[in-house]
Antibody, heavy 124, light 107 residues
Framework: QVQLQESGPGLVKPSETLSLTCTVS????????WSWIRQTPGKGLEWTGY???????YYNPSLKNRVTMSVDTSKNQFSLKLSSVTAADTAVYYC??????????????????WGQGTLVAVSS | DIQMTQSPSSLSASVGDRVTITCQAS??????LNWYQQKPGKAPKVLIY???NLETGVPSRFSGSGSGTHFSFTISSLQPEDIATYYC?????????FGGGTKVEIK
């Protein structure tokens, strides 16, 4: 059974960098695209972007060049870094596996496996 | 970005009722639409993909239809375990976007 588990600090100070890691078990990280999706009461579900096992990425322009994703195939993990955070970045962050494939136009398929989610609060 | 507008934002229905949720896309997305169910404190779970295909293991009381800009999601006979928030999500264009959600409650 495929399982995803987010890890990282639950509290980040304003202007600092949020860092999260998703560990995948039960299947190889290769052959799929992987995403971070965050959820806030105000903005609902927001897709932050994707990363392939090869390292290719796409980031949601709404995050204004603050986001970086990376992958470590040897550990079956992928990570999210979000810089210059504000209170608006307070959210539950989910990692998720995408079926299908990504092209320059879109990422096809759906998100079939998700982590349990981790709440990250931005506060001093 | 493609905007996904769901309605209603919440509804209350009785067990056994037929429940329908609609999702409108701001531009033609063909059938590139998924529906997710999210129960409190849990991650979303895909129920319908490609607008009308039932994910393996999902009860047949759930169904989806539509194409282009208008889509609907139906629960043919509402069960107590269906209490959740439902989201549509388009994958016709980047960035991927979700609807605002419809919270379903039991009357």
């Amino acid at each position: 059974q495929v399982q995803l588990q987010e890890s990282g600090p639950g509290l980040v100070k304003p202007s600092e960098t949020l860092s999260l890691t998703c560990t995948v078990s039960g299947d190889s990280i290769s052959g799929y695209y992987w995403s971070w999706i965050r959820q806030t009461p105000g903005k609902g579900l927001e897709w932050t972007g994707y990363i392939y096992y090869s390292g290719s990425t796409y980031y949601n322009p709404s995050l204004k060049n603050r986001v970086t994703m990376s992958v470590d195939t040897s550990k079956n993990q992928f990570s999210l870094k979000l810089s210059s955070v504000t209170a608006a970045d307070t959210a539950v962050y989910y990692c998720a596996r995408g079926t299908g494939y990504c092209s320059p136009i879109s990422c096809y398929g759906n998100f079939d496996y998700w982590g349990q989610g981790t709440l990250v609060a931005v506060s001093s | 970005d493609i905007q996904m507008t769901q309605s209603p934002s919440s509804l209350s229905a009785s067990v056994g009722d037929r429940v329908t949720i609609t999702c409108q896309a701001s531009q033609d997305i063909g059938n590139y639409l998924n529906w997710y169910q999210q129960k409190p404190g849990k991650a979303p779970k895909v129920l319908i993909y490609d607008a009308s295909n039932l994910e393996t293991g999902v009860p047949s009381r759930f169904s989806g239809s539509g194409s282009g800009t208008h889509f609907s999601f139906t629960i043919s006979s509402l069960q107590p375990e269906d209490i959740a928030t439902y989201y549509c999500q388009q994958y016709d264009n980047l960035p991927l976007t979700f609807g605002g959600g419809t919270k379903v409650e039991i009357k």
